[in-house]
């Protein structure tokens, strides 16, 4: 019999499923695949995530100080009876943060396992599939997935080897105030065959001037904000597109600005990373790549 998994977070809720397990219970965000839509959630936000860029970066700074973003709905995490229990530490905006479910276990005094991933690169990603795997008595199921993830990788990277051109690439994980995307977006942006000069592999994502990005003026740029699919970058263009500058840089002058989706894709640590990976070769490569579904990346000037 299966263990029952609770999952507070989109990508753990990927891998598990893609491991052949169904989680009794996820968070409030977890939508992929579409068989956890109707899953029990357990989590509760204080975001308005509908809001724009702007206000969503308001409310997140009020919250710090109300308990933070995210409230467990500990009746219901009781209902689930966890054997395991998959949280993350790598932003306290993206998810409820570990510590918070440490409290939560304690005080309901359930008997199970708490695992916590806290990725930064691609490694860490599939060393998070292997761990879960091991966990959820699914190695045999994990070894295959990360064999052809591996591959997938493996096969974009050597293509991309073979452009002579490197072009530099900027991505924001935010528009307002615009945060330049980091921990494993550096590395998918080399493998991909670019060059990424405003951040290094395993940075964390952080806010930076306007006026830096416009120095750096890159060839490429992808606007990918966390939890936004492209409508809503869409409905929040004007945070870029009305900054002094932009029609200016050299991407847009090109018509080499993309908005990809930063809700399914870029911002989600799990199996559709190597999505993430073809999306942005596409991108950065159109001669050797094309971007499979058009939800997943658009030129700029087709948003408006």
Do not use: K
């Not at 009020?62 to 409230?71: D, I, N, P, Q």
């Not at 998070?128 to 997938?152: K, Q, T």
């Not at 977006?185 to 964390?204: C, R």
């Not at 606007?223 to 991407?251: H, I, K, M, V, Y």
């Amino acid at each position: 019999m299966p263990p029952r998994v609770v999952s507070l977070l989109p990508s753990a809720t990927e891998i598990v499923a893609a491991l052949g397990v169904e989680p009794v219970a996820t968070s409030h965000e977890c939508d992929y695949p579409p068989t956890v839509e109707n899953t029990p959630s357990v989590i509760e936000s204080r975001i308005d995530a509908s809001a724009s860029s702007a206000e969503i970066d308001e409310q997140v700074q009020e919250s710090a100080t109300e308990g933070g973003v995210y409230r467990i709905d500990r009746e219901s995490l009781a209902a689930a009876d966890p054997d395991v229990v998959i949280s993350q530490g790598i932003c306290d905006v993206c998810a409820v943060d570990t510590v918070v479910v440490e409290s939560a276990i304690e005080e309901l005094e359930l008997d199970c396992e708490l695992m916590t991933t806290d990725p930064h690169s691609v490694d860490d990603i599939l060393d998070d599939i292997e761990a879960i795997g091991d966990a959820l008595g699914r190695a045999d199921r994990a070894g295959e997935l990360l064999a052809s993830l591996r591959a997938r990788i493996d096969g974009v990277a050597a293509a991309a080897a073979e452009s002579p051109i490197r072009p530099t690439v900027a991505v924001l994980d935010w528009l307002e105030p615009p945060m330049v995307a980091g921990h494993w977006v550096p590395e998918l942006v080399e493998l991909a065959g670019g060059e990424y000069d405003l951040a290094d592999p395993g940075d964390a994502s952080t806010p930076r001037e306007w006026d830096e990005i416009r120095e750096y003026d890159p060839d490429i740029f992808v606007a990918a904000p966390c939890g936004f699919e492209l409508d809503q970058t869409a409905e929040n263009r004007t945070d870029l597109t009305e900054r002094e500058g932009w029609s200016s840089l050299r991407a847009v002058r090109m018509n080499r600005a993309y908005a990809m989706d930063g809700h399914h894709l870029t911002n989600r640590p799990g199996p559709r990373v190597v999505e993430t990976l073809e999306t942005l070769a596409a991108l950065l490569q159109p001669e050797r790549f094309d971007v499979q579904e058009p939800w997943m990346a658009t030129s700029f000037s087709a948003l408006e």
